[in-house]
């Protein structure tokens, strides 16, 4: 997490780093070990074109790839483009009187190296998730998700399953990680981010990510070894795969399990379920039957037009974004003036994620809307004690 990776030949970090990245450590956007960031929340941008590829995920722009990259290799290598997101004020006002500042994120591509992306281009800002409790979502059996979204199929919130590409096993699998998603397992989300982030390869992704167009990038890439052997991406899965959830904050309080109630009243439960319980396979050893409460069910659900980036990823739609986990959010909130919540970090707290849902969550943003401003303010505190 915290190794940096360099450009050889320099002295200051491990060489490997890629020709084209947009950091050079984990820990860039993945601050305080995963949690959240140390400072401002770095925005990457993925694109891709219309269309779906062999495996049924996005198409790569056949310019830029999957993820714009901000920083090349100085005098050698250029950076494929400028990403930039501004944020403009919009007033919400409850029943009540009570106004929230939200933010409406718009972003803005500058100085591309390779062309214009053209019209057809589609967009979609990310900021970093949490990676804590990987381990224990990850041995959440296939069989009791497919159950949960078999029983909750014909409701209103209802979600769906996105059925993803495994590459080490070549086959369809649930997906469970990402904002949509769309990974299946901790080590090729993890080999993921290395290669699109840091330009660092592995055994899962063995190449560099240099479009045919980027001559400089490609030339830099002569060899055949990969950047990140596989003992260190054992090391790097074990470390993720063990990584706990921090607890729960004041669990007993009276006032928070005054919000409990009202965060299952209000329908927030029907997506964020509190409770799961992971495997009995010896195999995975101390994550083996235990009963967890990360407030997701895992499921991509319709978040509404407010919240889509008119990217689809495999099965998921472009307004179905996964139900993000809750547990540890409260650390982050309170640890940052802006929390960088929702996909691209526009909510700044738990109240202005909430209403920035729509879509299936749109009836349930409703009745937190109509609450008195004391029951917000519970319900809240109970967020943020996860």
């Not at 050698?76 to 009570?98: C, I, L, N, S």
């Not at 396979?281 to 990360?294: E, F, H, Q």
């Not at 689809?312 to 472009?318: E, G, I, S, Y």
């Not at 307004?319 to 809750?326: G, V």
Request: aromatic share 6%.
């Amino acid at each position: 997490m915290h190794r940096r990776w360099v450009v050889a030949p320099s002295p200051f970090g491990q060489w490997g780093r890629g020709p084209t990245s947009n950091a050079e450590v984990c820990t860039d956007c993945h601050g305080q070990d995963g949690l959240g960031p140390e400072s401002s929340p770095v925005v990457v941008l993925h694109v891709s074109v219309p269309g779906r590829s062999i495996h049924g995920g996005p198409v790569p722009h056949p310019r830029y790839g999957l993820q714009i990259q901000t920083q090349g290799i100085l005098g050698r290598v250029p950076p494929e483009a400028r990403v930039t997101v501004t944020r403009t004020p919009r007033t919400f006002r409850f029943p009540d009187g009570t106004t929230v500042s939200l933010r409406v994120p718009a972003v803005r591509v500058t100085r591309l190296a390779f062309g214009a992306l053209g019209p057809t281009t589609m967009r979609s800002p990310r900021v970093a998730p949490r990676l804590i409790g990987l381990g224990l979502l990850e041995a959440i059996p296939d069989e009791a998700i497919e159950a949960h979204y078999a029983r909750t199929a014909g409701l209103a919130t209802h979600g769906r399953v996105n059925r993803v590409w495994d590459a080490a096993a070549s086959r369809i699998a649930i997906g469970r990680f990402g904002w949509k998603a769309n990974q299946p397992g901790i080590r090729q989300q993890i080999a993921t981010a290395l290669l699109e982030d840091l330009g660092v390869t592995s055994s899962l992704h063995p190449r560099e990510n240099c479009p045919p167009v980027q001559t400089a990038c490609a030339a830099e890439t002569a060899g055949s070894h990969v950047d990140l052997h596989p003992g260190q991406l054992d090391a790097l899965v074990a470390y993720l795969r063990l990584s706990a959830p921090p607890p729960a904050r004041a669990p007993d309080d009276a006032r928070i399990d005054a919000g409990r109630t009202l965060f299952g009243r209000t329908g927030c439960t029907r997506c964020h379920v509190p409770e799961w319980r992971t495997g009995d396979d010896t195999a995975l050893g101390p994550l083996a039957g235990r009963t967890i409460r990360p407030y997701t069910d895992l499921l991509v659900h319709d978040m509404g037009a407010g919240l889509s980036d008119g990217r689809p990823d495999f099965d998921a739609r472009p307004d179905e974004w996964r139900t993000a986990p809750l547990w540890g959010l409260g650390v982050r909130v309170r640890a940052h003036h802006d929390a960088a919540l929702l996909h691209d970090g526009r909510a700044r707290d738990v109240t202005e994620a909430i209403l920035w849902h729509g879509g299936e969550a749109a009836d349930a943003r409703e009745r937190f809307v109509e609450l008195p401003r004391e029951a917000r303010e519970t319900l809240v505190r109970f967020v943020e004690s996860l």
